[in-house]
Protein backbone atom coordinates (compact mmCIF):
# COMPACT_ATOMS: atom_id res chain seq x y z
CA UNK A 1 0.00 0.00 0.00
CA UNK A 2 1.26 3.01 -0.79
CA UNK A 3 1.16 6.55 1.13
CA UNK A 4 -0.65 9.39 -0.83
CA UNK A 5 -1.08 13.40 -0.22
CA UNK A 6 -3.14 15.02 -2.27
CA UNK A 7 -2.62 19.03 -3.39
CA UNK A 8 -6.24 20.36 -4.38
CA UNK A 9 -8.93 18.67 -2.91
CA UNK A 10 -12.03 20.64 -4.16
CA UNK A 11 -11.67 21.01 -7.51
CA UNK A 12 -13.31 19.66 -9.95
CA UNK A 13 -11.13 17.02 -10.85
CA UNK A 14 -9.84 15.49 -7.37
CA UNK A 15 -12.99 13.04 -7.08
CA UNK A 16 -11.57 11.20 -9.88
CA UNK A 17 -7.94 11.01 -8.02
CA UNK A 18 -9.44 10.02 -4.78
CA UNK A 19 -11.39 7.22 -6.23
CA UNK A 20 -8.22 5.98 -8.42
CA UNK A 21 -6.06 6.04 -5.04
CA UNK A 22 -8.50 3.81 -2.74
CA UNK A 23 -9.27 1.52 -6.01
CA UNK A 24 -5.78 0.70 -6.46
CA UNK A 25 -5.52 -0.54 -2.85
CA UNK A 26 -3.77 2.86 -1.45
CA UNK A 27 -4.15 5.23 1.15
CA UNK A 28 -4.41 9.00 1.15
CA UNK A 29 -2.77 10.40 4.30
CA UNK A 30 -3.10 14.07 4.30
CA UNK A 31 -4.65 16.21 1.51
CA UNK A 32 -4.63 20.60 1.29
CA UNK A 33 -7.05 23.03 -0.30
CA UNK A 34 -7.07 27.08 0.49
CA UNK A 35 -10.91 25.72 -0.12
CA UNK A 36 -12.88 23.86 2.50
CA UNK A 37 -15.79 22.14 0.65
CA UNK A 38 -13.95 19.35 0.31
CA UNK A 39 -16.89 16.80 1.43
CA UNK A 40 -15.96 14.41 -0.78
CA UNK A 41 -12.65 13.32 0.80
CA UNK A 42 -15.46 11.38 3.81
CA UNK A 43 -16.55 8.91 0.68
CA UNK A 44 -12.98 7.78 0.50
CA UNK A 45 -10.92 8.48 3.33
CA UNK A 46 -12.63 10.02 6.05
CA UNK A 47 -9.20 9.86 7.91
CA UNK A 48 -7.24 11.53 6.43
CA UNK A 49 -5.44 14.62 7.56
CA UNK A 50 -6.63 17.89 5.97
CA UNK A 51 -4.70 21.44 5.71
CA UNK A 52 -5.88 24.68 4.32
CA UNK A 53 -2.42 26.43 4.87
CA UNK A 54 0.59 25.06 2.74
CA UNK A 55 2.72 25.47 5.35
CA UNK A 56 0.68 23.37 7.84
CA UNK A 57 0.79 20.53 5.20
CA UNK A 58 4.22 20.83 4.36
CA UNK A 59 5.27 20.49 8.33
CA UNK A 60 2.88 17.52 8.10
CA UNK A 61 4.39 16.10 5.64
CA UNK A 62 7.98 16.69 7.14
CA UNK A 63 7.10 15.50 10.66
CA UNK A 64 5.93 12.16 8.44
CA UNK A 65 9.26 11.78 7.36
CA UNK A 66 11.32 12.25 10.14
CA UNK A 67 9.06 9.54 11.79
CA UNK A 68 10.09 7.06 8.76
CA UNK A 69 6.76 7.39 7.46
CA UNK A 70 6.83 8.86 4.28
CA UNK A 71 4.77 9.49 1.67
CA UNK A 72 5.13 7.84 -1.55
CA UNK A 73 3.62 10.01 -4.24
CA UNK A 74 1.92 13.62 -4.17
CA UNK A 75 -1.21 14.00 -6.46
CA UNK A 76 -1.69 17.48 -7.97
CA UNK A 77 -5.02 18.88 -8.69
CA UNK A 78 -4.30 22.83 -8.12
CA UNK A 79 -4.78 25.44 -10.40
CA UNK A 80 -2.90 24.86 -13.29
CA UNK A 81 0.01 27.90 -12.69
CA UNK A 82 0.77 26.31 -9.03
CA UNK A 83 1.77 23.11 -10.95
CA UNK A 84 5.25 23.49 -11.31
CA UNK A 85 5.91 24.96 -7.81
CA UNK A 86 4.21 21.88 -6.15
CA UNK A 87 5.68 19.53 -8.23
CA UNK A 88 9.09 21.18 -7.60
CA UNK A 89 8.55 20.85 -3.62
CA UNK A 90 7.53 17.42 -4.03
CA UNK A 91 10.67 16.31 -5.58
CA UNK A 92 12.72 18.52 -3.43
CA UNK A 93 11.56 16.14 -1.15
CA UNK A 94 11.94 13.24 -3.10
CA UNK A 95 8.44 12.37 -3.54
CA UNK A 96 7.17 11.09 -6.92
CA UNK A 97 4.63 13.36 -8.52
CA UNK A 98 1.51 12.38 -10.28
CA UNK A 99 0.02 15.45 -11.57
CA UNK A 100 -2.85 16.91 -13.76
CA UNK A 101 -3.13 18.31 -17.07
CA UNK A 102 -1.52 20.67 -18.31
CA UNK A 103 1.16 19.46 -17.06
CA UNK A 104 3.03 23.30 -16.83
CA UNK A 105 2.02 25.88 -19.09
CA UNK A 106 5.77 26.99 -20.51
CA UNK A 107 7.96 24.54 -22.38
CA UNK A 108 10.90 25.52 -20.33
CA UNK A 109 9.29 24.47 -17.13
CA UNK A 110 9.55 20.79 -18.68
CA UNK A 111 13.47 21.36 -18.56
CA UNK A 112 12.93 22.90 -15.04
CA UNK A 113 11.38 19.34 -14.31
CA UNK A 114 13.76 17.63 -15.75
CA UNK A 115 16.78 19.08 -13.73
CA UNK A 116 14.77 18.38 -10.21
CA UNK A 117 14.26 14.95 -11.33
CA UNK A 118 17.94 14.31 -12.21
CA UNK A 119 18.67 16.45 -9.02
CA UNK A 120 16.17 14.88 -6.19
CA UNK A 121 16.40 11.51 -7.65
CA UNK A 122 11.94 11.45 -7.77
CA UNK A 123 9.68 11.26 -10.95
CA UNK A 124 6.85 13.32 -13.05
CA UNK A 125 4.17 11.40 -13.68
CA UNK A 126 1.11 13.16 -16.09
CA UNK A 127 -2.26 12.43 -16.46
CA UNK A 128 -2.72 12.17 -19.85
CA UNK A 129 -5.83 9.45 -20.01
CA UNK A 130 -7.06 10.30 -23.78
CA UNK A 131 -4.00 7.70 -24.47
CA UNK A 132 -5.77 4.64 -23.00
CA UNK A 133 -9.66 5.51 -24.20
CA UNK A 134 -9.80 1.95 -26.40
CA UNK A 135 -11.54 4.45 -29.27
CA UNK A 136 -8.41 6.46 -29.04
CA UNK A 137 -6.25 3.32 -29.15
CA UNK A 138 -8.13 1.86 -32.55
CA UNK A 139 -7.74 4.84 -34.02
CA UNK A 140 -4.14 5.10 -33.22
CA UNK A 141 -4.10 1.73 -34.54
CA UNK A 142 -5.73 2.08 -38.03
CA UNK A 143 -3.80 5.14 -39.04
CA UNK A 144 -0.51 2.99 -38.27
CA UNK A 145 -2.27 0.93 -40.92
CA UNK A 146 -3.01 2.30 -43.07
CA UNK A 147 -0.68 3.64 -46.09
CA UNK A 148 2.04 5.19 -45.00
CA UNK A 149 1.47 8.35 -47.23
CA UNK A 150 -2.17 8.45 -46.45
CA UNK A 151 -2.69 12.34 -44.59
CA UNK A 152 -6.02 11.88 -42.45
CA UNK A 153 -8.33 15.07 -42.96
CA UNK A 154 -9.93 16.03 -39.32
CA UNK A 155 -11.96 18.57 -37.59
CA UNK A 156 -11.95 18.78 -33.54
CA UNK A 157 -14.92 20.43 -32.27
CA UNK A 158 -14.80 20.98 -28.51
CA UNK A 159 -17.62 23.75 -27.45
CA UNK A 160 -18.33 23.34 -23.46
CA UNK A 161 -19.87 25.94 -21.83
CA UNK A 162 -19.41 28.13 -18.51
CA UNK A 163 -20.99 30.84 -16.60
CA UNK A 164 -20.25 34.45 -15.44
CA UNK A 165 -18.01 32.57 -12.32
CA UNK A 166 -15.11 31.20 -15.23
CA UNK A 167 -13.61 34.83 -16.15
CA UNK A 168 -13.89 35.72 -12.55
CA UNK A 169 -11.86 32.52 -11.37
CA UNK A 170 -8.32 31.51 -11.80
CA UNK A 171 -9.18 30.02 -15.44
CA UNK A 172 -10.23 33.22 -16.64
CA UNK A 173 -6.80 34.54 -16.67
CA UNK A 174 -3.91 33.34 -19.37
CA UNK A 175 -1.12 33.82 -17.11
CA UNK A 176 -2.85 31.20 -14.46
CA UNK A 177 -4.71 28.81 -17.02
CA UNK A 178 -2.81 28.93 -19.83
CA UNK A 179 -5.96 30.50 -21.86
CA UNK A 180 -8.70 28.66 -23.03
CA UNK A 181 -7.02 26.25 -25.63
CA UNK A 182 -4.62 24.99 -22.31
CA UNK A 183 -7.21 25.24 -20.23
CA UNK A 184 -9.76 22.68 -22.03
CA UNK A 185 -8.26 21.74 -25.33
CA UNK A 186 -4.24 20.29 -24.63
CA UNK A 187 -5.26 17.02 -23.74
CA UNK A 188 -6.76 17.12 -27.37
CA UNK A 189 -3.61 18.31 -28.41
CA UNK A 190 -1.67 15.61 -26.93
CA UNK A 191 -4.26 13.26 -28.23
CA UNK A 192 -3.58 14.24 -32.19
CA UNK A 193 0.29 13.95 -31.45
CA UNK A 194 -0.01 10.58 -29.71
CA UNK A 195 -1.96 9.48 -32.96
CA UNK A 196 -1.14 11.27 -35.84
CA UNK A 197 2.65 12.39 -35.21
CA UNK A 198 5.04 14.96 -34.78
CA UNK A 199 3.47 18.54 -35.67
CA UNK A 200 4.32 20.35 -38.77
CA UNK A 201 2.51 23.39 -39.00
CA UNK A 202 0.76 25.77 -36.03
CA UNK A 203 -2.24 28.03 -37.30
CA UNK A 204 -4.07 30.19 -35.07
CA UNK A 205 -7.40 31.77 -36.80
CA UNK A 206 -9.12 33.06 -34.13
CA UNK A 207 -8.49 33.82 -30.13
CA UNK A 208 -10.06 35.57 -27.34
CA UNK A 209 -11.19 34.76 -23.64
CA UNK A 210 -13.37 32.36 -24.39
CA UNK A 211 -13.13 31.08 -28.04
CA UNK A 212 -9.88 29.88 -30.00
CA UNK A 213 -9.43 27.93 -33.42
CA UNK A 214 -7.22 27.20 -35.76
CA UNK A 215 -5.03 24.18 -38.29
CA UNK A 216 -2.51 22.15 -36.87
CA UNK A 217 -0.78 19.96 -39.69
CA UNK A 218 0.66 16.60 -38.35
CA UNK A 219 2.65 13.62 -40.12
CA UNK A 220 -0.11 11.83 -41.18
CA UNK A 221 -3.19 14.51 -40.41
CA UNK A 222 -4.28 17.94 -41.61
CA UNK A 223 -6.90 19.36 -38.50
CA UNK A 224 -9.30 22.00 -38.63
CA UNK A 225 -9.86 23.02 -34.48
CA UNK A 226 -12.29 25.18 -32.96
CA UNK A 227 -12.63 25.17 -28.78
CA UNK A 228 -14.98 27.56 -26.58
CA UNK A 229 -16.70 28.24 -23.51
CA UNK A 230 -19.27 30.52 -25.03
CA UNK A 231 -22.54 28.91 -24.82
CA UNK A 232 -23.38 30.98 -27.89
CA UNK A 233 -21.87 29.35 -30.10
CA UNK A 234 -23.39 25.32 -29.25
CA UNK A 235 -25.75 23.65 -31.54
CA UNK A 236 -28.73 22.35 -31.55
CA UNK A 237 -27.86 18.83 -30.86
CA UNK A 238 -25.82 19.78 -28.12
CA UNK A 239 -26.14 17.96 -24.68
CA UNK A 240 -27.32 19.52 -21.77
CA UNK A 241 -26.74 18.07 -18.79
CA UNK A 242 -24.46 19.71 -15.71
CA UNK A 243 -23.23 21.98 -17.78
CA UNK A 244 -24.16 22.53 -22.39
CA UNK A 245 -21.23 20.49 -24.28
CA UNK A 246 -20.79 19.73 -28.03
CA UNK A 247 -17.68 17.52 -28.81
CA UNK A 248 -17.32 16.17 -32.06
CA UNK A 249 -14.04 14.59 -33.50
CA UNK A 250 -14.26 13.55 -37.59
CA UNK A 251 -11.59 11.84 -39.41
CA UNK A 252 -12.26 11.70 -43.21
CA UNK A 253 -15.58 12.91 -42.61
CA UNK A 254 -16.45 9.63 -40.18
CA UNK A 255 -17.51 10.55 -36.14
CA UNK A 256 -14.89 9.20 -33.81
CA UNK A 257 -17.41 7.55 -30.99
CA UNK A 258 -15.72 8.20 -27.85
CA UNK A 259 -18.37 9.95 -25.26
CA UNK A 260 -18.27 6.83 -23.17
CA UNK A 261 -15.57 4.84 -21.58
CA UNK A 262 -14.19 7.73 -19.72
CA UNK A 263 -15.25 6.40 -15.90
CA UNK A 264 -12.00 4.19 -14.95
CA UNK A 265 -9.28 6.38 -17.20
CA UNK A 266 -7.71 7.78 -13.85
CA UNK A 267 -7.67 4.78 -12.23
CA UNK A 268 -5.83 3.15 -15.00
CA UNK A 269 -3.48 6.04 -15.67
CA UNK A 270 -2.46 5.46 -11.43
CA UNK A 271 -1.93 1.58 -12.36
CA UNK A 272 0.87 2.45 -15.01
CA UNK A 273 2.27 4.63 -12.52
CA UNK A 274 2.20 1.99 -10.12
CA UNK A 275 3.38 -0.24 -12.37
CA UNK A 276 6.28 1.94 -13.43
CA UNK A 277 4.69 2.66 -16.58
CA UNK A 278 3.34 6.21 -16.51
CA UNK A 279 3.44 8.93 -18.90
CA UNK A 280 6.49 11.53 -18.01
CA UNK A 281 7.89 14.90 -18.29
CA UNK A 282 8.88 14.66 -21.98
CA UNK A 283 5.74 12.73 -23.12
CA UNK A 284 4.32 16.17 -22.31
CA UNK A 285 6.29 18.27 -24.66
CA UNK A 286 4.77 18.19 -27.75
CA UNK A 287 1.01 19.35 -26.48
CA UNK A 288 2.64 21.97 -24.09
CA UNK A 289 4.47 23.17 -27.24
CA UNK A 290 1.61 23.34 -28.91
CA UNK A 291 -0.91 25.50 -26.20
CA UNK A 292 2.02 27.58 -26.07
CA UNK A 293 2.27 28.59 -29.61
CA UNK A 294 -1.39 28.78 -29.51
CA UNK A 295 -1.31 31.45 -26.97
CA UNK A 296 1.27 33.33 -28.48
CA UNK A 297 1.19 33.25 -31.68
CA UNK A 298 -0.13 36.17 -34.51
CA UNK A 299 -3.58 35.53 -36.03
CA UNK A 300 -3.17 33.88 -39.57
CA UNK A 301 -5.99 34.47 -41.92
CA UNK A 302 -7.87 31.01 -42.33
CA UNK A 303 -7.46 30.24 -45.84
CA UNK A 304 -8.55 26.86 -46.96
CA UNK A 305 -8.84 25.36 -43.83
CA UNK A 306 -10.80 27.44 -41.86
CA UNK A 307 -13.12 24.99 -39.19
CA UNK A 308 -16.51 25.40 -40.23
CA UNK A 309 -17.29 27.26 -37.08
CA UNK A 310 -15.69 30.20 -37.43
CA UNK A 311 -18.73 31.72 -39.42
CA UNK A 312 -19.53 32.20 -35.20
CA UNK A 313 -17.32 34.54 -34.88
CA UNK A 314 -16.04 36.41 -37.92
Not at 294 to 311: D, M, V
Amino acid sequence: MKRFALIGASGYIAPRHLKAIKETGNDLVVAMDINDSVGIMDSHFPNAEFFTEFEEFEGFVEDQKLKGETIDYVAICSPNYLHLPHMKYALKNGIDVICEKPLVLNVEDLDTLKLYEEKYGAKVNSILQLRLHPSILALKEKVANAPADKIFDVDLTYLTSRGKWYMKSWKGFDHKSGGVATNIGVHFYDMLHFIFGDIKANEVHYRDEKTSAGYLEYERARVRWFLSIDANHLPENAVHGEKSTFRSITIEGEELEFSGGFTDLHTQSYQRVLEGKGYGVEDNRAAIETVAVIRNKAIAAPGEFAHPYLSKVL
